[in-house]
């Protein structure tokens, strides 16, 4: 990774150890301390990852959302990283096991396998769709990943971990899910009008079971992740979610089974040497981002450079599995724990929750044809914020990408690149006698206080929009994009640069220079979407013929370099001829 440090204050610029912050390094630079360019290399890959999706259904763009996030995140990595390095990468996949998947396939009729078949791919055709670009895609029904599931059981089960017993309790089968007594809750059913017992987090029916399991020692586990929580403050993130998994932690937690009777659940992968019982579907999934890091093999060089994870990007409503059971399962087993966890709300639509019975769920691949994929990428990151649930509603939709896509970016970009300002169609030269108060340069056009700001906004953008990425809060690293967008419409509009007469020098002269501010906007706004809507950034930045090497954060990070006297290569380079629209108005 590159880092500008300046010496004197080269520790003090450091938020946290693990993320390199361009914020508070953006003023010093632009106070032209002295600089060490310093190349660092990571000990290991980025590896990302968002939960493997349940195949109990079709995708719909909750399952979106969480795919564009750890997207995004990975996509704003690799901006950072030189290309020679080993890339930040995302892991993606499908939860193929269980009771719900069993009852589907029976529901259509269909072989168990061949009914995942058809939806795992489903789920494939989305990520390929939407530009999600994974380095795998993990399978529960791959040999694979049940050979890394046998490896780890076994593991656990040698470090003293599991022991076979007599579980009684609460089962909720949409959930998958063991349940605590005291969050469940009896309510009376609105159709039989008979009570009966729900699952207080989900609303769910529950059901009293009676089985021999496998048990886990959770219990005696408890006080390891409560200290992981506490020493890693990000390790939870965001914070209420943080606060979530201690308070539940403080509750009483006991031991955990592991297993179901293989009579109740046939779908799944078999404890070793015990034909009677499956691998507790949650155990199962988990495993999956161990198996795409090539476990068992934890001495070669692929496990090494990708675990432990960076992230897991998970929804709220499996908190509990990745916060509490996964730790302790992987403290169990002997390997470290995940850097960070990153939990995202819910969508709703139209202030419902998205339910097939209610018929509000969204499918993606309709949204798509109507506003493209790109539209609806962006308007899931540019309107969700993971703190909250955030509101669907389709004509919210429309209104966003008209305003933002067509309206903003594409007319500015429509209009900077247009032969009528831009007749030589050449990236424009900057003077810097605009923007100088030279007494001996003489004329009405001059660079005024507004254009001074519109650099400075430019320069800071990267960082600025780096501190927000970094925290997952993309819909504020876009919105910071597109003002600075929208200042260089603005440009253009306030100076009436259409009106100049570039047969007068100092017009011209002009005219060329604020074009220039117009297209550093431009150029660095498109270089930090690459991560949001990466198809729309490359026809911006290959309208604009800014070479490929030339569209990482060091470039972001290196803007109008002739208003500071040096060379700006870019400057002279003709435009690519492409008349096609970026975003057509909805």
């Not at 693990?18 to 632009?30: A, I, S």
């Not at 972001?556 to 002739?562: I, K, V």
């Amino acid at each position: 990774m590159l880092r500008f440090v300046p010496n004197a204050i080269m520790k003090s610029c450091w938020r946290h150890a693990k993320y390199f912050r361009l914020g508070k390094l953006q003023q010093l630079l632009r106070n032209k301390l002295p600089c060490t360019l310093i190349l660092t290399s990571r000990s290991k890959s980025y590896y990302i990852t968002t939960p493997i999706f349940y195949v109990n259904s079709v995708p719909h763009i909750g399952h979106l959302y969480t795919a564009t996030i750890a997207d995004a995140a990975c996509r704003w990595q690799k901006l950072k990283y030189p290309v020679n390095t080993s890339q930040p990468k995302l892991v993606s996949g499908t939860d193929e096991h269980g009771t719900k998947v069993m009852q589907a396939a029976v529901a259509k009729q269909e072989n168990p396998k061949r009914y995942c078949d058809d939806l795992a791919q489903k789920f494939k055709d989305m990520m390929k769709l939407f530009d999600v670009q994974y380095h795998d895609f993990i399978r529960t029904t791959d040999e694979r990943h049940k050979v890394a599931v046998e490896n780890f059981w076994n593991t656990i089960h040698a470090n003293g971990y599991i022991y076979k017993g007599n579980y009684e309790g609460w089962y909720s089968t949409s959930d998958e899910t063991f349940v605590n007594d005291l969050d469940v809750e009896q309510v009376i059913d609105r159709d039989s009008g008979e009570a009966c017992h729900i699952f207080k987090d989900t609303g769910r029916m529950v059901e009293w079971t009676k089985e021999t399991n496998y048990m886990f020692k959770l219990s005696e586990l408890v006080e390891q992740v409560k200290a992981w929580v506490h020493e890693n403050p990000n390790s939870i993130y965001p914070p209420k979610m943080r606060k979530l998994v201690l308070d539940t932690l403080d509750r009483p937690v006991g031991d955990l089974s592991v297993s179901r009777e293989r009579t109740r659940v046939p779908w799944g992968i078999q404890v070793p040497n015990d034909p009677s019982q499956t691998i507790y579907v949650w155990m199962d999934a988990l495993v999956n981002y161990l198996t795409a890091a090539g476990y068992p093999e934890v001495d070669n060089d692929i496990f090494k450079d990708m675990w432990p994870a960076d992230c897991h990007i998970v929804g709220m409503d499996i908190v509990k599995f990745h916060a509490i059971y996964w730790p302790a399962f992987l403290i169990a087993a002997g390997l470290e724990l995940p850097k960070q966890i990153v939990v995202h709300s819910h969508w709703t639509v139209n202030n419902f929750k998205m339910s097939k019975s209610v018929g509000n769920v969204v499918d993606p691949f309709d949204m798509a044809k109507k506003v493209t994929p790109m539209g609806l990428r962006y308007f899931l990151l540019r309107q969700g914020v993971i703190e909250y649930n955030c509101d669907y509603k389709e004509e919210m939709v429309y209104a966003v990408l008209n305003a933002d896509l067509a309206n903003d970016l594409g007319n500015c970009l429509n209009r900077a690149v247009a032969k009528h300002l831009n007749p030589e169609q050449v990236y424009p030269p900057f003077h810097q006698e605009i923007f100088s108060s030279n007494p001996n340069y003489v004329s009405s056009f001059v660079a005024s206080k507004k254009e001074f700001e519109f650099i400075d906004l430019v320069r800071n953008l990267p960082g600025i929009a780096n501190n927000h990425a970094l925290e997952f809060h993309f819909y504020n690293a876009i919105g910071e994009i597109m003002n600075v967008v929208r200042k260089a419409n603005v440009i253009i509009h306030r100076n009436q640069l259409w009106t100049l007469d570039k047969s007068v020098p100092d017009q011209l002269r002009f005219l060329q220079t604020l074009l220039h501010c117009v297209y550093e906007g431009l150029r660095v706004s498109g270089i930090l979407l690459q991560p949001f809507i990466p198809e729309l950034a490359e026809m911006l930045l290959n309208k604009l013929s800014i070479p490929r090497q030339k569209r990482n954060m060091v470039d972001a990070d290196r803007s109008f370099l002739e208003h500071d006297g040096k060379v700006e290569p870019l400057v002279g380079n003709p435009l690519a001829f492409d008349k096609k629209v970026l975003y057509k108005r909805l």
